[in-house]
């Protein structure tokens, strides 16, 4: 810390020193119409070394996998330790000035968030349902600094995941668009770098690895019992959806965590005991609640089979203390055209819920409640 001092009192005195100097050469030549062309030069210098001293400027850094940091400074307080590498670098001609880099206006411009380099599986990704491994290496463009695997699917998953973890690539989110078998599941348990996951079971296999305990984010469709089970252990799970699960009901214990945020469940009423356990089992944390309903049974088959008529009354015991938003999703190929018995479903949880809590419906919300 002494020395660090040392240092700013002596970058504070030799900016003083060049002020002086260069207040002295202005004056100069001001006074001495026949100044030399010495002087003229050091006061040019003079100046340049003022201004830099003074100016604000950025450090720049970029990571080979094309991440970049930067920080902007000003001089003064903690940048002072700074001037000393600056006026050298400028005497070594290392510091060089650039033209500023203009900025496209294009309304095509993306501006948002950073965007993570991907490995999309296409079509012509596979020969008859097998995975054309071997090609997708060969082409090491693809590969380069990927964070997502997007679309995975085909025979030959679990080996294009295998060769990939054995290489620096720190996968993030995988998305699978086909169902998976444990073996490939075995793989994906081994990414320890993974944090989104979407994937796509087998029903009633109940010999599936445990999933990634590291999860972030984790979207699964027709889950095992010991699956379920296995969600209980992420200590880091902000977002979960579960999709038809199938299995014996299930009772949780409450999370030790308390770390999931956002809760989705398609459930049929044969399963209504799991899910609502899930929904207690996070009461403690769920800011928003996505639920899979019909407004009516009228069918007696397909709506009868999503349908819960005290689900007010059911949510309302879960003592869902943090819950803001519960939003009722319908199916894709049954559109919410009940207006009437939409709206009244929504009044009736609206009336069991604390008053804090929103309630829509992904499918009418523009008609009924805008």
């Known amino acids: 810390m002494e020395a660090l001092n040392r240092q700013l009192d002596a970058s504070v005195a030799q900016l003083r020193q060049l002020e002086e100097a260069l207040e002295q050469v202005q004056r100069g030549a001001a006074d001495d119409e026949g100044t030399s062309q010495e002087q003229l030069q050091l006061a040019v210098q003079l100046e340049e070394s003022h201004r830099l001293l003074n100016n604000k400027w950025s450090v720049v850094s970029e990571e080979q996998d094309g991440s970049t940091w930067k920080a902007d400074v000003q001089l003064g307080g ?19 000035q650039v033209d500023d880099v203009a900025v496209s206006s294009s309304p095509d411009t993306y501006v948002g968030p950073p965007t993570l380099a991907a490995l999309s599986i296409k079509r012509n990704d596979l020969s008859e349902g097998d ?28 080996r294009l995941l295998r060769i990939i973890a054995s290489h620096p690539l720190h996968i993030q989110e995988l998305k699978f668009s086909d169902k998976v078998e444990p073996k490939v599941l075995e793989e ?6 993974l944090k989104r996951l979407n994937i796509d079971c087998v029903r009633d296999r109940d010999d599936y690895p445990d999933l990634p305990l590291q999860l972030e984010e984790l979207m699964i469709n027709r889950p095992s019992a010991q699956q379920l089970y296995c969600m209980m252990r992420m200590p880091a799970l902000q977002s979960l959806t579960v999709n038809n699960y199938s299995g014996p009901n299930i009772t949780f214990t409450p999370s030790q965590y308390r770390k999931l945020r956002w809760l989705g469940v398609i459930s049929d009423i044969d399963h209504k005991p799991t899910m609502l356990s899930l929904i207690r089992a996070h009461a403690s944390s769920l800011l928003e609640l996505r639920l899979f309903c019909t407004v009516n049974r009228d069918d007696g088959g397909y709506q009868a089979r999503y349908y819960f008529p005290d689900l007010g009354r059911n949510l309302a015991a879960c003592d869902l203390l943090h ?5 009722l999703r319908r199916p894709h190929n049954i559109p919410c055209t009940d207006v009437a018995g939409c709206l009244m479903q929504l009044q009736d949880l609206r009336g069991l819920l604390p008053r804090s809590v929103e309630v829509v419906c992904d499918a009418c919300r523009p008609s009924v409640l805008e």
């Open 78 to 96: 903690f940048g002072d330790t700074l001037r000393p590498l600056l006026l050298q670098l400028r005497e070594d001609g290392l510091l060089v």
């Open 131 to 158: 995975l054309k491994v071997n090609e997708i290496l060969r082409n090491k463009r693809r590969l380069e600094y990927i964070r997502v695997i997007d679309g995975l699917r085909g025979e030959g998953s679990d």
């Open 188 to 193: 994906v348990q081994k990414m320890s770098s």
């Open 323 to 327: 819950l803001r938003r519960l939003v």
